[in-house]
């Protein structure tokens, strides 16, 4: 947000930018209010172990598709 708001100005300087107070305040307001916040403050328990061994499997096996069966044995793994 800090480097939008500096590229809007128009400014071309080489000076050094600053991140402020606003910048902060206003990133974390966009940030708490974005739908995909709200969805995944709605999930339950299990389906957020879910959607975290979905992440891992993918990230493990370095792939965008993964068996379900991956992702069972990785929620055994995480309750265990």
């Known amino acids: 947000m800090c480097r939008e708001s500096y590229l809007e100005t128009g400014s071309k300087s080489s000076k050094l930018l600053m991140v402020d107070l606003k910048h902060i305040a206003s990133a974390y307001d966009e ?3 974005s739908n995909t916040v709200k969805v995944l403050r709605g999930l339950r328990k ?35």
């Open 46 to 80: 299990f389906e957020i172990m879910v959607m975290i061994a979905l992440f891992l499997e993918q990230t493990t096996q370095k792939t965008d598709k993964v068996l379900i069966d991956s992702i069972q044995d990785r929620c055994e793994i995480i309750l265990n």
């Open 31 to 33: 940030m708490s209010n």
